[in-house]
């Protein structure tokens, strides 16, 4: 009788061991509202550079790019010498890869990319300058931003581990798939 038990204990293993490995690929899609509401946690943004310039990053817009597959996120800014009254205001797009990172599961922004960096009314000998160390700062600021975590029952289903095999971006969202680990 034992040994029967013995025996039911290993073909329900490898009856769920089969379905395990033939189990398919699956899906996660994050919607572009989600990801507008996770960068915008990490706005305002403030910061004093070299002790000559105060930058103030407000208002992101997320926005997909299905032709490139990648996440463009446009800020307005504000760039102020402490020793002036005035700032000087304009855009900062930067756009950047999606990629996933596996220690935190989630989804981060790499390489980015300033795409346009304009300032209104920025006629000062400096100006070369501070558009550069603006752009400096908008590749620091989102180089390696988490854009989504995605929760363990994502990653295991099943007793089965999967592994990220695609991103794909869509005008309104992005779509990850995963594939089993074999």
Not at 45 to 54: A, C, I, Q, V
Not at 130 to 156: C, H, K, W
Request: net charge neutral; glycine share 4%; charged share 20%.
């Amino acid at each position: 009788m034992r040994r029967v038990h013995v025996r039911l204990w290993i073909a329900i293993a490898l009856v769920l061991t089969a379905c395990a490995t033939l189990m398919g690929p699956h899906t996660v899609e994050v919607p572009l509202a989600r990801l507008q509401e996770k960068i915008a946690t990490r706005f305002p943004f403030n910061n004093r550079y070299l002790e000559l310039l105060d930058v103030t990053v407000t208002n992101p817009k997320v926005s997909l790019q299905p032709e490139t597959n990648r996440i463009a996120i446009s800020m307005d800014t504000a760039i102020a010498p402490p020793f002036l009254n005035q700032a000087w205001k304009g855009n900062l797009a930067v756009s950047g890869d999606l990629r996933f990172d596996a220690s935190r599961n989630a989804l981060i922004l790499g390489e980015p990319r300033v795409e346009q960096f304009a300032i209104e009314g920025l006629d000062s000998p400096y100006a070369k300058t501070i558009v550069t160390a603006a752009s400096l700062l908008g590749e620091q600021l989102l180089d390696n931003m988490t854009l989504y975590t995605f929760r363990p029952e994502d990653l295991r289903y099943a007793g089965v581990n999967f592994a990220l095999s695609k991103i794909t971006t869509k005008p309104d969202s992005l779509v990850v798939t995963f594939e089993p680990v074999k």
